[in-house]
């Protein structure tokens, strides 16, 4: 059986060279910590995507992805992540914020499920390139470095003119208000004031664009945010956009039914979840899966 240290006379000899030449030697790792590493190691695929086994059990077993299906999706979590933004009609006519946000050195690209929504992108030499050609404002709102890193910082989006969103963040609410305005299936006609029940909205993405477009029709939109910090946010977030017709509460959901009983025409439910997309936008999220 090989001795898990090297001999005395040969151990005392290295720490001597080391000493002498003040550089590191790879002497072996106490036994724990040579544990600890294969632990690790195998707790993680050794080939890409090097992911937790713990990560692709739980693919498996709560999503259903396996083999072919499960590898597709490591491998769309893999790709860069597309900035998006959804404009705000009560804010700005589109048209006027397109324009000024392709001066300021945005390139645009429609969302195609929603009407509103844009992908951005843009270069920081392109900004510079075009700065003397621009007005205070658009200087304004472009600086602070890379428009993709700055865009919370523009101006349109201090102002509420724009919310930067995801993409796929934008899918429920235009889904909620297509079935809405399909005649017979929300039990009103099309032309009726809707009441929506926003249940989890904190921070306040698919709250202002339900707002947006109640406030543009007619009708009333409750938000529900139980946990007081993200409470604060999504109240920040609905005055930054200008929803007014709007009631907050700090309710625990299953509350909310015994007090207002069929009082809404639709509730919208984006409940807390394991999260598994946010590997798309941090890579340090498997950690939480790695570590036991």
Same mark, same amino acid.
């Given at each position: 059986m090989r001795p898990?240290? $090297?001999p005395c006379s040969q151990a005392t000899s290295l720490r001597a060279l080391a000493s002498a030449t003040s550089q590191p030697v790879g002497l072996q790792a106490p036994?724990?910590?040579r544990q600890g590493q294969r632990r690790r190691q195998n707790a993680t695929l050794r080939r890409p $995507? =090097?992911?937790p086994r713990v990560f692709l059990a739980h693919l498996s077993s709560c999503l259903g992805l396996l083999?072919?299906? =499960?590898r597709r999706f490591l491998r769309a979590c893999a790709r860069p992540v597309r900035r998006s933004f959804r404009g705000n009609?009560?804010?700005a006519e589109q048209a006027s914020l397109l324009g000024r946000l392709l001066e300021a050195g945005f390139t645009l690209e429609p969302v195609p499920w929603c009407a509103d929504g844009f992908f951005h992108s843009g270069s920081e030499a392109q900004l510079r390139g075009r700065r003397s050609q621009r007005t205070v404002d658009e200087v304004a709102a472009a600086e602070e470095?890379?428009?993709e890193v700055a865009f919370g910082l523009a101006r349109p989006h201090l102002t509420g003119e724009v919310y930067g969103q995801e993409s796929t963040s934008m899918l429920p609410a235009e889904v909620l208000k297509a079935a809405l305005l399909t005649p017979g299936l929300a039990g009103q006609s099309p032309g009726s004031s809707f009441r929506i029940l926003d249940l989890c909205a904190a921070p306040g993405s698919k709250t202002t664009q339900l707002g947006d477009w109640l406030q543009t029709i007619g009708g009333l939109l409750v938000a529900n945010e139980p946990d007081a910090a993200r409470h604060r946010v999504l109240r920040s977030n609905l005055l930054r956009a200008g929803i007014v017709d709007c009631i907050r509460t700090r309710l625990d959901g299953r509350r909310l039914g015994d007090l207002a009983p069929e009082a809404f025409d639709a509730v919208l439910v984006d409940a807390p979840c394991s999260g598994e997309g946010n590997i798309r936008k941090a890579s340090d999220a498997l950690d939480a899966w790695a570590d036991p």
């Open positions: 898990l240290s $090297p036994f724990g910590e $995507p =090097q992911v083999g072919l299906a =499960q009609r009560l804010k470095g890379l428009p």
